[in-house]
């Protein structure tokens, strides 16, 4: 029974980490890209629950900021489609 605790916890800080993760990741590319999301974060949902569903919350933005990340996204639809041919 401790074991399969002790699974279900390891399991769970995983599924964070991974969320964490993704949530640095997301964070430095759009800095990148001079685009900066306040809002985004890790749900804090997550590090309640005991079988936690991580999620990225991309959060609130200002319209311009908003504006920026779409700029950011078509130039990279962009590329791609001309990187295929």
Do not use: N
Not at 26 to 36: C, D, F, I, Q, S
Not at 58 to 74: K, Q, T
Request: net charge negative; glycine share 8%; with cysteine.
């Amino acid at each position: 029974m401790a074991k399969d605790r002790d699974q279900q916890r390891i399991a769970a800080a995983e599924k964070i980490r991974a969320a964490e993760e993704a949530f640095d990741t997301l964070g430095e590319a759009l800095a990148r890209a001079g685009v900066r999301l306040p809002s985004l974060g890790v749900d804090p949902c997550a590090y309640a629950a005991t079988d936690p569903i991580p999620l990225v919350e991309l959060g609130r933005c200002m319209p311009d900021v908003a504006l920026a990340l779409a700029a950011v996204i078509d130039r990279g639809v962009e590329h791609r489609r001309a990187c295929q041919g």
